[in-house]
């Protein structure tokens, strides 16, 4: 999993609960930092836009891992991305770069800021979005909109505002694991297969539906409404994470 850098992203890595969920997947976890080193034009935007620089400087920091731990098949690992703010965006990004290498994103409280992505590529990759309900510097608009249109296309993509969350909050952060675990374990098992080669792909003909105007989670078979218009979700546990988090639960 990569954290990158910026926002929360600290407070995440450090996180014990996050921490024993990747180790008992096997998973690693990198918090990427990004810096500018030069005044160029849009160099403050790298940690946004890993088209910019990011993409490189991150295939070569897992092959330096690679071969300093003696583990040489990081070198082709694929990533599961989360970041926060501005951060929220590398993901999408480095997904339009290399696919076949990006497990999923979450984007938490995080704003495009008009920055284009390719929805072409993107729609086939897991997503989770997050918005904070009392968020003032990136609200819940542009999330909302971003997932509406991967969801117009039948992105496996979920959306859910977090009640009464600002823009950066340690506590209301730690609270979204409630959604963030069960949705990372079972995309990250869903889409990895020690016998094959590439990623499996998630589609709507399984998972979970919820729909954000009742709070209603229904399994695949059983939904009946229009599904374009509801967050896909992969499991029971992250139908049920969804419900916690966006304060529905019954």
């Known amino acids: ?14 996180n014990q609960e996050l921490r024993e969920t990747l180790s008992s997947l096997s998973c690693g976890l990198l918090q990427l930092r990004i810096r500018v080193i030069h005044t160029k034009p849009g160099a403050r935007l ?14 070569i920091l897992v092959e330096e891992f690679a071969e300093g731990f003696g583990r040489p098949e990081l070198v082709a690992v694929p990533f599961l991305f989360w970041g926060h703010s501005a951060a929220g965006t590398f993901g ?3 997904a339009g770069l290399d696919p076949g290498r990006t497990i999923g994103f979450v984007r938490y409280n995080s704003h495009l800021r008009d920055l284009p992505v390719d929805m072409s590529i993107l729609t ?18 542009d999330a909302h909109s ?7 296309s039948d992105a496996p993509w979920a959306f859910a505002v977090q009640p009464g969350a600002p823009h950066s909050s340690e506590q209301h952060l730690a609270e ?6 069960p949705w990372m374990i079972a995309v ?3 889409r990895l297969d020690s016998d094959a080669e590439e990623l499996k792909d998630l589609s709507n003909e399984s998972g979970w539906f919820a729909g954000d105007a009742t709070g209603e989670t229904v399994s695949f078979d059983r939904y009946l409404g229009p599904r374009q218009q509801a967050s896909w979700l992969p499991d029971e546990a992250s139908a049920r994470g969804w419900q916690i988090l966006s304060g529905t639960s019954r």
């Open 146 to 152: 971003l997932w509406a249109n991967g969801r117009a």
């Open 92 to 94: 999408l990004t480095y």
């Open 176 to 181: 979204a694991n409630a959604l963030l675990l």
């Open 1 to 14: 999993m990569v954290i990158t850098d910026g926002g929360l992203a600290s407070r995440l890595y450090q």
């Open 188 to 190: 990250i098992e869903g």
């Open 46 to 59: 790298v940690v946004r836009d890993a088209t910019l620089g990011g993409s490189e400087g991150l295939g």
């Open 124 to 141: 086939a990759i897991p997503g989770l979005l997050i918005a904070g309900g009392a968020d003032e510097v990136a609200g819940t608009e």
